[in-house]
């Protein structure tokens, strides 16, 4: 059970990372220039303050943090949804878990997205590799050349407890 459960968490937590390329990839596809100098401006300006966050993605009004339509869109889709019908069982306390665990997905949204905007504005993914020809996201994590093993893997470049851990506990 341990291991079925820990299996299930993973693929949660890498949810979160796929689909806020997805959500990143559609918002930048969509301005009117997306060569990739503009791609890097724009996401200079997105984590300006933290500016992803905020409605209107204006990171001058605190009121507004935590309410950007990025982070509402990667949390309906990623937690949510999974929620939906979600029984509860008295022994595991889910009615406290569903009021105060949300927390913890906001926080898994925010770094997602903070990785997504961070891995285009560095080059190492590019909006046209994201969307497929009928302009659905496909969400391919891009791989890097692994130093020790020689060989190239998508590992250095994960939305993992790893990589971006501590990140997610910093929001």
């Known amino acids: 059970i341990n291991i079925q459960a820990t299996r299930r968490l993973s693929v949660w937590?890498?949810?979160?990372?796929s689909t806020a390329l997805a959500v990143m990839a559609h918002f930048l596809a969509s301005g009117?220039?997306?060569t990739p100098d503009a791609v890097r401006e724009t996401?200079?300006?997105?984590l300006d303050g933290l500016a992803f966050l905020f409605q209107d993605l204006d990171p001058t009004k605190p009121e507004n943090a935590y309410r950007s339509q990025f982070l509402l869109q990667l949390l309906a889709?990623?937690?949510?949804?999974?929620?939906i019908g979600c029984p509860d069982v008295p022994?595991?306390?889910?009615?406290?878990?569903?009021e105060y665990g949300?927390?913890?997905a906001i926080s898994l949204c925010c770094a997602a997205l903070e990785r997504a905007i961070r891995l285009f504005?560095?080059?190492?993914?590019?909006?046209d590799d994201q969307i497929s020809t009928r302009g659905k996201a496909t969400a391919k994590t891009p791989l890097k050349l692994n130093?020790?093993?020689?060989?190239?893997?998508s590992t250095a470049l994960a939305f993992s407890e790893q990589n971006w851990g501590a990140c997610t506990r910093q929001y």
Do not use: M, P
């Open 13 to 17: 937590r890498s949810n979160f990372g």
């Open 32 to 34: 009117s220039d997306d």
């Open 43 to 46: 996401c200079k300006e997105l």
């Open 77 to 83: 889709h990623t937690h949510l949804r999974s929620c």
């Open 91 to 98: 022994k595991l306390d889910t009615d406290a878990l569903k």
């Open 102 to 104: 949300i927390k913890g």
């Open 121 to 127: 504005q560095r080059g190492e993914l590019h909006v």
């Open 147 to 153: 130093k020790v093993s020689g060989k190239e893997s």
